[in-house]
């Protein structure tokens, strides 16, 4: 993990130390006394914590002539040596030898041969070439600016604002969160204007003067098509996949440690991982960590037990059923650099806490297995269009009383407006017969002069790019991409930073990202039958209580309802407010009378989530109007 921060002067002038060191310290959880680089126009700093790679950064080769700072780590380091070394370049030990070298064997492309959790800055001096580079699911974060004559690179946003960057909000981050439209927040905006987060599968590539320019170098090809055909060889490829997976991101010392649920996916990892350690001969007890609500309807107590047991895990319950989460939103927003959307994502500060308390720096998640081995219901839009009626009748059918893919009851109704009738009907008629209903395109909390200014109608009625002709796997791509890559993942990252916890995704591993999205939909999701192919793929792994099928819990219900009465204590002081900074993109007075509505119990579902990023967007705009004046020791800053 650690931090990277990164001046590169455009104007053939000479960086600030004081500047970079600045920029470090203001995020000191990721690391105290940074190293430093500095050389012409370049200054490079990096900030080491406990998951951080062993290699003296930044690195340099021949005098100077490449500069290299990383956070994070590559998976694939002993196959890319020996790849490298074939094609006859020197390569030492480390990670950042190993990305030096690459960039001398196929310069800027060099990231289609990484895999790995990674940010890197390599500065190329002989060509005066900067090349910033994020892994391709984004695990690591990298963001940069293009300002007073520099370009400026941090892991974190507030690194560069404390460089004298501006940290004007970005209307158009926050005319879509206050829209409650997921899917349009752009991954490569940042809630400042002046600051872009590069985005994932992405590179910055700086030469002269002039703009930035970005690339991307990886994304999930919609037209791969897998080697294998039989149900058989296609489970035996992904356990294949699965295990070589967490086999890389298995760290090579202890303590070891999972993030265990008592669900599919983190169950899956934790497995595995016990498999690998086997493999090892490692006996050492895996520490396991769960948060929990002490409700039924939302915990799976017996499969924790079942899986601890099974895999020789010393178990942590981590009980936040009395805990009010409002109270570390300022912090986490801190963290994450930004107002944040899912009320769930407070828990995780806690689970991150836990973990290093008990002396826990590398941690393993399984995240992602709900969008690349589950997915949603779409398909039977799918079916409709192609004319298999039979099959689309029986799975219509099988979806009742249950809908597995929330835990929800299902009614007909709700099912054909969600999984029929909004991927058949095309977006501009949806919001045309909205309109008709005297429900207007722009949510009518939404100040008008702000959506006018950023073109919110037009997004809203573009909606994401279409990639996938078929409903099933645009609707997985479209929550894999705007809920995981742009909200879960960061948060993870971030709060981990916070307590020194380096969690990895193995179900995120790129190459099971590919090899699911082009496996067949029939071996996810089928006559209301989940997870076909990750249960044939984990038989003999997981305990039989585990592999069963068995309804998904719906966790947010439970922590609305155990919430309540915190968050309503923790709206009346920002409703009580005289003036908000939200005024200039929020109508106040609807927000008011919808407030008045939900204490009073006459609000539609709806509306907890609207105050919910409301108070989030008035803590995180109050928060920058505190903040240190803008820095201006000097012209250029830099």
Aim: contains cysteine.
């Amino acid at each position: 993990m650690g931090a990277l921060n990164a001046i590169l002067r455009l104007d053939g002038g000479s960086p600030s130390i004081e500047t970079l060191l600045r920029m470090a310290a203001a995020a000191p959880h990721r690391g105290r006394n940074p190293s430093t680089y500095v050389s012409g126009p370049l200054a490079l700093a990096h900030q080491r914590n406990s998951a951080s790679v062993a290699d003296p950064q930044p690195y340099v080769t021949d005098g100077g002539r490449l500069a290299v700072v990383l956070s994070g780590r590559l998976y694939n380091l002993d196959e890319l040596a020996s790849k490298l070394r074939q094609l006859g370049h020197s390569v030492g030990d480390g990670h950042c030898s190993a990305i030096a070298a690459a960039y001398d064997a196929w310069g800027v492309q060099c990231v289609k041969e990484l895999d790995g959790d990674f940010a890197f800055v390599l500065y190329d001096a002989r060509n005066r070439r900067l090349l910033g580079a994020r892994d391709a699911i984004g695990v690591k974060p990298l963001c940069y600016a293009h300002w007073n004559s520099s370009l400026w690179l941090a892991s974190e946003p507030a690194q560069i604002l404390e460089a004298g960057v501006p940290a004007d909000p970005c209307e158009t981050s926050i005319s879509s969160y206050i829209a409650l439209e997921r899917s349009l927040i752009d991954a490569s905006l940042s809630f400042h204007r002046d600051i872009r987060r590069l985005k994932p599968g992405h590179i910055v590539v700086q030469e002269g003067t002039g703009p930035a320019r970005e690339e991307p170098y990886w994304r999930i090809d919609p037209v791969k098509k897998i080697e294998e055909t039989s149900e058989t060889d296609i489970a035996a490829r992904v356990r294949d996949l699965l295990i070589d997976s967490v086999r890389r991101r298995t760290p090579s010392e202890g303590p070891y440690a999972c993030e265990l649920s008592g669900g599919f996916d983190s169950s899956t990892v934790a497995a595995l991982l016990r498999r690998e350690l086997e493999r090892r001969k490692i006996d050492t007890p895996i520490e396991t960590f769960s948060f929990e609500l002490r409700d039924q309807a939302a915990d799976e107590p017996e499969l924790i037990k079942a899986v601890a047991k099974s895999i020789n895990a010393r178990h942590h319950h981590i009980y936040v059923d009395t805990e009010n989460a409002f109270n570390r939103l300022p912090q986490i927003q801190r963290a994450g650099g930004q107002p944040q959307v899912d009320m769930g994502l407070l828990y995780l500060w806690r689970c991150k806490e836990e973990t290093a308390r008990h002396g826990v720096h590398v941690t393993m998640s399984g995240l992602g297995g709900d969008e690349l081995f589950f997915g949603r219901y779409h398909y039977l839009a799918d079916l409709l269009r192609s004319g298999r009626f039979i099959e689309f009748t029986r799975d219509l059918m099988g979806l009742f009383p249950i809908d597995r893919s929330t835990g929800k009851p299902s009614s007909l109704q709700r099912l054909t407006m969600a999984y029929i009738a909004s991927p058949l009907i095309p977006r501009n008629m949806r919001f045309a017969l909205r309109k008709l209903q005297g429900r207007p395109v722009v949510p009518p909390w939404v100040n008008s002069s702000l959506a006018r200014r950023t073109n919110l109608a037009e997004r809203i009625l573009q909606g994401p790019e279409r990639v996938y002709s078929d409903y099933y796997r645009q609707d997985c791509l479209e929550v894999f991409n705007s809920i995981l890559v742009n909200i879960a993942l960061p948060m993870h990252e971030a709060l981990g930073a916070i307590f020194d916890v380096d969690t990895r995704f193995p179900l995120l591993d790129r190459r099971i990202v590919e090899y699911l999205f082009a496996a067949p939909r029939e071996l996810k999701i089928q006559h209301g039958h989940t997870r076909i192919l990750q249960r044939k793929a984990m038989e003999g792994i997981l305990p039989s209580v585990v592999t069963q099928e068995h309804l998904k819990k719906n966790f947010n219900p439970v922590l609305w309802r155990q919430q309540h009465e915190h968050f309503l204590s923790a709206l009346k002081p920002f409703m009580s407010q005289q003036s908000f900074r939200i005024a200039d993109y929020i109508d106040v007075d609807w927000l008011r009378s919808t407030y008045e509505a939900f204490v009073a119990g006459r609000a539609p579902g709806q509306t907890g989530y609207l105050l919910w990023y409301a108070f989030n967007l008035e803590i995180w705009l109050q928060a920058q109007g505190s903040s240190r004046e803008t820095i201006r020791d000097g012209i250029p800053a830099a």
